[in-house]
């Protein structure tokens, strides 16, 4: 397995289906910060929930539609980023991350997007990757600004959680781009 170091003690690695226990036990420590903005968090509540959550992503990964990493501190998984979709064929992919607070602060998300980034646009040849975040998650979108993305707009009302739709922001860097520094 490969293993991206980050910053000190910290690493971006595969998150994988045999990671189950690992996972739930990150998401039982995470789910009251990460719930409201990744939708996965509320239904990887036992093992076998934890398992599939981890297998839709590794069954993305072999259609080449997405994939999921894990970013581990000092040996403990705290967070991690993913390609919720990933269309080769059209060059557009979306990103996605979360973290639970023992990460928080360190810079981890960015360093660790910015390794999908430059894996998508320049490895793959994608041509935009895609940012969504609520309006109220301003952590989320202070990364999205850290990674050189603009804002193209909101979706409003798109994003339905515990009864209440919400506005989605959508922040875009193209390969065209600059990219940031």
């Known amino acids: 397995m490969f293993s991206v170091p980050l910053t000190d003690g910290a690493q971006l690695r595969p998150l994988e289906p045999w990671q189950a226990e690992e996972f739930l036990a990150h ?3 995470a789910r009251a910060t990460v719930d409201p903005w990744i939708p996965w968090a509320s239904v990887s509540t036992d093992l076998a929930s934890a398992r599939a959550t981890l ?7 072999a ?6 990493y894990g970013i581990w501190l000092d040996g403990t998984l705290v967070g991690g980023t993913m390609f919720v979709s990933f269309d080769a064929a059209s060059g557009v992919c979306e990103l996605g991350c979360w973290l639970e607070p023992a990460g928080q602060g360190r810079g981890l998300i960015t360093a660790a997007t910015r390794v999908l980034i430059d894996w998508a646009l320049r490895t793959r040849g994608m041509h935009r990757v895609e940012w969504r975040c609520r309006p109220d998650n301003v952590a989320s979108a202070n990364v999205a600004r850290r990674l ?3 804002l193209d707009g909101v979706l409003r009302e798109a994003y339905p959680y515990a009864g209440v739709r919400h506005d989605i922001q959508v922040w875009a860097l193209l390969a065209t781009d600059e990219a940031p520094e």
């Open 63 to 68: 259609r080449d539609g997405g994939r999921l």
């Open 148 to 150: 050189g993305m603009r």
């Open 27 to 29: 998401m039982d420590r």
């Open 55 to 61: 297998q839709r992503y590794s069954d993305l990964a």
